[in-house]
């Protein structure tokens, strides 16, 4: 298969049109770029708060013991 | 036919018509397409990665509008997203509505703000694209403003589902929403027929055979195949997301939590 243009700046250009249709591309793949990254900091933000939530109950579950020994120090 | 006297015994269909709830669920959602979400999402920007090059670089230009119709390989799997995405919130608006399904009303959450994107997506891309072959941005043309009416419709359904977050009835307005305006499906699909507009028809259908040649369409079915791939691994990971969220008490949603800790 061959390339349609001869040159790396005809490609640019497209005959005039090269403003219209790469501006096209980059809006686009732009604007994906952006919500795929949103909805990972999405998914990695809760799994984070999540953790952090389990972290904290199970330290209270674990500290319930030790008013008690406090108490006999 | 189901035996009706014996009602205490479920029928077969009763049967597997549970068996079929219990696989819908939140959590085996999660279990199965979870896995699922690398192997789309590395098709998918093969896909779309092939496809673009093959439609800018090696793809004939168009006899009448020159380089400029190279604004197809997106701007024609955006709008089919668009519409489709729609379609299936209006679907599974009515699979929540009438089974009570969860996950349905989750998926379309997941969906709603892609779609609307993707609609704004076909309405800038058809407008940079109606400038040099239509001479304007902009007409108040039937396909045009369907489409717009379109993105209205999505921003309208993302706001019922920010709208509701702490009550029980999550979902049930947006899933309505949904339903009544996919009457602007079929209203944007025909009105290039149905009005006089400058918008062309369809060059690409699935039952005829496509009216350019093959080194037009290849690659703009190549971006159509990797555009759908795209939402597919998309709309998995956001409802997987958004379970994650929902069921954050239950006991298996902990153990993968403490998994990922790690």
């Known amino acids: 298969m061959q390339p349609y243009f001869y040159s790396f700046s005809e490609f640019i250009a497209m005959g005039k049109h090269g403003v219209f249709v790469w501006s096209c591309w980059a809006i686009t793949v732009g604007m994906m770029l952006i919500f795929v990254l949103y909805s990972r900091r999405q998914r990695q933000a809760l799994i984070k708060q999540l953790a952090i939530q389990q972290a904290r109950q199970a330290q209270r579950t674990t500290k319930i013991p030790t008013p008690v020994t406090k108490d006999t120090h | ?262």
């Not at chain 2, 999402?41 to 800018?56: D, K, N, R, T």
């Not at chain 2, 090696?58 to 380089?67: K, S, V």
């Not at chain 2, 709208?163 to 009105?191: C, M, Q």
């Open chain 2, 1 to 262: 036919m189901p035996n009706l006297n014996n009602v205490s015994s479920p029928s077969l269909w009763q049967r597997i018509w549970q068996i079929f709830l219990t696989t819908v669920g939140t959590k085996e959602f999660f279990r199965i397409f979870s896995p699922w979400v690398k192997w789309l999402a590395i098709l998918a920007s093969l896909c779309l990665l092939i496809g673009s090059i093959w439609g800018l670089a090696f793809a004939p230009p168009d006899y009448l509008q020159g380089n400029s119709y190279r604004i197809i390989f997106i701007h024609v799997p955006a709008a089919s997203l668009a519409i489709s995405i729609y379609f299936s919130l209006a679907v599974l608006g009515v699979i929540y509505l009438v089974w009570k399904i969860k996950t349905a009303s989750l998926v379309a959450q997941a969906l709603a703000p892609l779609g609307f994107l993707l609609c704004v997506i076909s309405l800038l891309t058809g407008s940079i694209w109606a400038k040099p072959t239509w001479g304007t941005y902009w007409v108040w043309d039937a396909r045009l403003t369907s489409m717009l009416i379109l993105a209205f419709l999505y921003a309208g359904v993302m706001a019922l589902f920010a709208a509701f977050e702490h009550t029980a009835n999550r979902g049930k307005a947006a899933a309505i929403l949904s339903i009544v305006g996919a009457v602007n499906l079929p209203i944007i699909k025909y009105s290039v027929q149905w009005w006089n507009t400058l918008h062309q028809g369809s060059t690409f259908t699935l039952t005829a055979a496509p009216k350019m040649s093959a080194d037009m369409w290849l690659p703009l079915l190549l971006m159509i195949i990797g555009s759908y791939l795209l939402v597919a691994t998309l709309a998995i990971y956001r409802t997987n997301t958004l379970i994650l969220h929902r069921d954050q008490g239950k006991a298996w949603v902990k153990e993968y939590i403490r998994g990922q800790a790690k």
